[in-house]
């Protein structure tokens, strides 16, 4: 299935008969050749705006395949099971309990204590206790399956978290109830979890060197609001630039990415307004949306016949109950959405929202820096114009390797916001050697430093994640997102692989992130690989490799079609497996 | 008999019906029809479907406006155009061009300009960077942010300590973390915004107590106890909570923590303390306001406090018992889903911690001086200083509101244009006046900062303040008739 000259495709191949077995491809399945996926896939949401891209758009979520799905909700079921029986046995002490517990006074006094009688004498009518603190079920969860595996989060590193980052060795006696540090350290892991698009995460260089002359001068604190007495020169200096490096008339930076959207679409909008939000949203803009009162609709994910729908409905029948029309609607998405590794389908989000008057807030968390051929992110991968879109938000955390975000926008709206963003009145302003990482490394994504550098990064990353890509999808692995996302999603789907993948790979030497419910849907279990421009060839290649030999280990080439590697490179039998039609 | 008479009819009826004419029978049954027909058929019409056509849609679409996605600001909106403050915040302040001597931020202990803490921080830089390039689950978690929860924890006297990123987003996601819907939480009136929005986002239910008015809380507290009687079942399941702050932002005021934790025991409520002014501030060692009432800190079930103000780094913290804390590592949103701390900002505030530790000495020292600026700005015709004399951020209030908030407003801001020609910066609190639950009266907030070297000529300014600004009255002798408060006299004033 080739997609038209300048159209796209999105497609979900379903199976046509046949099984796997623990994820290996047997005979009939469907090929991907043009004609057979053609009649046998199920086209999702191809649209009929082709013409509004002028790049391919090319992004696949390729189906779990049904005997994965099964054996994944059965493997919950044995997980949940044994969680029960493990509760039961903590419940009349057989099990040892590792977990902290409430304080004695506070604790819900049960009658069998009798050692607590005495101080309930005191009180001569049986009085209310303190209600716990927790649901008995909202801990299930973390108790019995997320402590199981909990060694792959929360790894504490000690250097920069560059292409390649120290870890700190941590070993847990009591079944990961609580880690102690061996004082070892784990030198050279390939770092392929941290949001270092650029590689701007550094302790040597002109960043560095910049940051460390401000930190000098400035002190690192500000102890006070923008509003009041905590708006430097630097803050101006770093507003101006972000205001010339998106291309739009102003922007306002804030002390937090996480807030930066939860606090400020709450001035934006309120009662009366509609939010139109992506059902992947990340928490922040969630949080955001319900702060803000104003009514939620929620359109699936990249769906713009979903989104189409709801808008149109909602100009047509107004708000409900009253009547009345909305006030505006504003439509909620991202760039590239950082568990799935797509890219919003921008061009037909713009059409969309011109077509029926709604204004556009476009989170560039992970695309800034990391998409588009300068480095500006989503609207200049699709060669838009950032006049389009209303509110251009997006984080210095990732591709500058700092902290913080920004909001950019007309003139009018950010003078609004100057004076009306909860950030600006009430939270402390960002620290000014944090502001001058985040100007330099600006600048030099601008080419303004009068190197190449910036852009030969950019460059790097796209190249990076395409090969990255590329490969994974010919070891036969389901990989989700764009083919120009640089994160790569891998699907592991069942729980017992999520622990498995991780460790193994830190066994290898590679820092992965991998992630399962509740930041995903419960069968949907993925690794995810992020990718940076510091990483070499070489660095991608020993990641591939052992990815590879992980993959056979755990069986995780789930993948029903299969890439032929292309001519330019040599020949791989790992990769390459031909399969029947 | 009975039956026999039955059984008879019946019989008679049959025959009838043998024996009554066709045209009878066919009468009857249409009316028999005609009466299930009128039983099963719906009297009136429906409205006609209210479909509308496609064209109709259209025109619905083409025909909606709307509104302006924000409002025009007014040029002359007060917190349009910032001061701009070029260099370091530190005592020593150049706003808008102009050196000042800065009575407006919250750098309490003077850490800011420290050279041991930049030199912290600039070891830091030079190790790890700036950014964490993630957030704390996903290789965001440096050595430096856990030797900072350590020495938190251990600094505070707690099991546990969490940090946050950012100062405004600790409490934030600390109460919707425990608290969630159908919850209740006592929240005192002149409770910050950073507390309103965590509420918010608990959409827990909140019951307002006038502020510092233990009187009113019990009364709430007693109220809710009868309601719970009522319902039991649900009482129990029904989590309290009571979010006070140590130390006032809105106010300058100390919360009475003795009453509250009796409270707390005697109606099973959890209290959720903001100590964002007072950590580092009040209390002997500086550990806030559990330490200056000498109340156990594990009778308050969590302290929240943020590091931008005392400790004159970024972000906030949390601490307490595990069983509380630990939770939020999961479910503290603004801690699973933000970036890390950048490592400097962490190395910053541990060095500032080391300080404070070292000298517990300043914190008496802040006091003093506390006490002294304080009474210094006693009786100053015109204006009035609220809050608690050990408070260094001081609240000075109109003595009489001029009846409008704008009106108010513009002349805090002409005696802060005034201080600042006399090279004192002060600020106006700031506050979004359509969003705060309980808007506090315009106020001017000043920041009092203890440190040594500058503490002469800290306390020549504030004499210089009160002399020359406060009490204008004092030199030109024109105020001096005019009665304490006059306004007119102030305005008269500020316009020269």
């Known amino acids: 299935m080739r997609p038209g000259p300048g159209g796209c495709c999105c497609r979900r191949t379903v199976r046509a008969n046949g099984c796997v077995a623990n994820g290996e491809v047997r005979n009939g399945y469907v090929r991907t050749s043009a004609a057979a996926a053609a009649a046998a896939s199920q086209i999702h949401h191809v649209t009929q705006n082709g013409g509004l891209y002028k790049r391919p758009f090319n992004e696949a979520f390729e189906e779990t395949p049904m005997l994965v799905a099964v054996l994944t909700y059965v493997g919950y079921g044995v997980l949940t099971l044994f969680g029960y029986l493990r509760d039961f046995l903590r419940h009349w002490r057989i099990e040892k309990c590792h977990h902290a517990t409430e304080r004695e006074e506070q604790k819900k006094k049960k009658k069998k204590k009798k050692k607590k009688e005495t101080k309930k004498k005191k009180k001569k009518k049986r009085e209310m206790d303190f209600v716990s603190l927790y649901q008995d079920f909202e801990n299930f969860y973390t108790r019995n399956l997320y402590m199981r595996i909990r060694d792959n989060w929360n790894r504490p590193i000690c250097s920069v978290p560059g292409a390649r980052v120290d870890i700190m060795e941590r070993q847990s006696y009591d079944y990961n109830w609580s880690f102690k540090y061996t004082g070892n350290i784990i030198k050279g892991v390939i770092n392929m979890g941290s949001y270092n698009y650029l590689g701007f995460a550094r302790n040597t260089g002109s960043c560095q060197e910049a940051a460390a002359k401000i930190l000098e001068e400035y002190g690192v604190g500000v102890c006070s609001t923008r509003q009041e007495i905590g708006n430097l020169d630097k803050h101006e200096e770093l507003e101006e630039l972000v205001a010339r490096f998106l291309g739009v008339e102003a922007a306002m930076a804030y002390g937090m990415g996480f807030a930066t959207n939860s606090m400020n679409i709450p001035a934006l909008v309120g009662k009366g307004c509609l939010i139109l939000s992506d059902e992947l949203n990340h928490a922040s803009l969630v949080l955001g949306a319900r702060l803000s009162g104003a009514t939620i609709r929620i359109f699936k994910h990249n769906n713009m016949q979903s989104l189409e729908k709801l808008l149109k409905d909602a100009i047509v029948y107004g708000q409900p109950r009253t009547r009345r029309p909305w006030k505006k609607i504003l439509i909620l998405v991202e760039g590239i959405y950082s568990m799935e590794g797509s890219i919003v389908r921008l061009p037909e989000v713009i059409a969309l929202k011109k077509k029926y008057k709604a204004y556009l807030y476009l989170d560039e968390a992970h695309s800034i820096g990391a998409l588009g051929p300068t480095g500006r992110g989503v609207v200049d991968y699709f060669g838009l114009d950032p006049e389009d879109v209303d509110v251009m938000m997006g984080t210095f955390t990732k591709s500058f390797g700092a902290s913080g975000g920004y909001i950019g926008g007309k003139k009018e709206l950010i003078d609004y916001l100057r004076t009306h963003s909860h950030s600006a009145v009430y939270a402390t302003s960002l620290s000014p050697p944090v502001v001058e990482q985040i100007i330099t490394s600006m600048k030099c994504i601008m080419g303004q430093d009068g190197t190449s550098l910036g852009k030969e990064c950019v460059q790097q990353l796209a190249e990076n994640t395409r090969y990255f890509r590329r490969r994974l999808k010919e070891m036969g692995f389901i990989i989700y997102g764009n083919e120009d996302s640089p994160v790569v999603p891998l699907m592991l789907y069942m729980p017992a692989k999520i622990g498995a993948f991780g460790r193994e790979m830190l066994k290898r030497n590679i820092g992965v992130v991998v992630v399962g419910f509740p930041a995903t849907p419960i069968i949907e279990s993925r690794a995810r690989f992020c990718l940076s421009a510091a990483h070499t060839k070489e660095i991608l290649d020993t990641a591939l490799k052992e990815i590879d030999e992980v993959g056979d280990l755990l069986q995780l080439k789930y993948s029903r079609h299969r890439l032929v590697p292309l001519l330019d490179r040599p020949f791989d039998e790992t990769t390459y497996e031909e399969t029947e039609d | ?496």
């Open chain 2, 1 to 496: 008999m009975a039956t026999a008479t039955e059984q008879w009819v019946l019989v008679e009826m049959v025959q009838a019906l043998y024996e009554a004419p066709a045209y009878h029978l066919i009468l009857e049954g249409i009316l028999i029809l005609w009466i299930i027909r009128l039983l099963f058929s719906k009297t009136y019409k429906l409205q006609e479907r209210s479909d509308l056509t496609v064209k109709e849609k259209e025109e619905l679409i083409e025909e909606w406006q709307p509104e302006p996605l924000v409002p025009p600001v007014p040029k002359d909106h007060p917190a349009l155009n910032y001061n701009i403050v070029s260099g370091p915040p530190s005592h020593k302040i150049v706003v808008n061009g102009k050196e000042c001597i800065n009575f407006a931020s919250f750098n309490f202990l003077g850490l800011l300009d420290n050279p041991r803490v930049k030199a912290a921080a600039l070891a830091s830089l030079k190790k790890y960077g700036v950014g964490t390039c993630g957030p704390r689950g996903f290789y965001g978690t440096f050595d430096v942010h856990l030797d900072l929860e350590d020495r938190l924890a251990k600094f505070m006297k707690t099991e546990e300590a969490i940090i946050y990123s950012y100062g405004f987003a600790t409490i934030a996601s600390a109460i919707p973390a425990y608290s969630k819907r159908g919850d209740i939480v006592f929240v005192d009136r002149a409770a910050c915004f950073a507390i309103q929005k965590g509420l918010q986002a608990s959409r827990s239910d909140i019951k307002l107590f006038k502020h510092n008015d233990m009187a009113d809380l019990e009364r709430l507290l007693k109220e809710q106890e009868i309601e719970d009687q009522k319902n039991p079942r649900k009482a129990r399941v029904t989590r309290r909570f009571i979010v006070v702050e140590g130390l006032y932002m809105n106010t300058g005021t100390i919360c009475p923590l003795p009453e509250l934790v009796k409270l707390k025991y005697k109606y099973k409520a959890r209290i959720f303390l903001e100590e964002s002014l007072s950590f580092g501030v009040l209390g002997e060692h500086g550990r806030g306001v559990t330490e200056h009432y000498g109340i156990n800190i594990d009778d308050i079930d969590l302290i929240s406090a943020n590091m931008e103000n005392a400790l004159a780094s970024i972000g906030g913290f949390c601490c307490g018992r595990s069983f509380v804390i630990d939770h939020q590592r999961l479910s503290g949103q603004g801690y699973c889903f933000s970036a890390s701390l950048p490592p400097l900002l962490a190395a910053a505030a541990i060095e500032a911690l080391n300080i404070m530790e070292e000298n517990p000495g300043i914190f008496a020292v802040l006091k003093e001086k506390c006490r002294q600026i304080h009474k210094a700005l006693q009786g100053i015709s015109g204006l009035k200083v609220v809050g608690e004399s050990l408070s260094p951020a001081f609240h000075l209030q109109l003595e009489e509101s001029t009846g409008s908030r704008e009106q108010d407003v513009r002349l805090l801001q002409e005696i802060v244009d005034q201080c600042m020609n006399r090279s004192i910066a002060l600020t106006q609190a700031r506050y979004l006046e359509k969003e705060e639950k309980c808007l506090p009266p315009p106020r001017v907030v000043s920041g009092l900062e203890t440190s040594r070297f500058i503490w002469e000529c800290r306390l020549e300014a504030a004499e210089e303040l009160e002399k020359r600004v406060l009490r204008p009255g004092a030199k030109s002798g024109r105020l001096q008739e005019s009665p304490p408060g006059s306004l007119n006299a102030l305005l008269a004033w500020s316009a020269r």
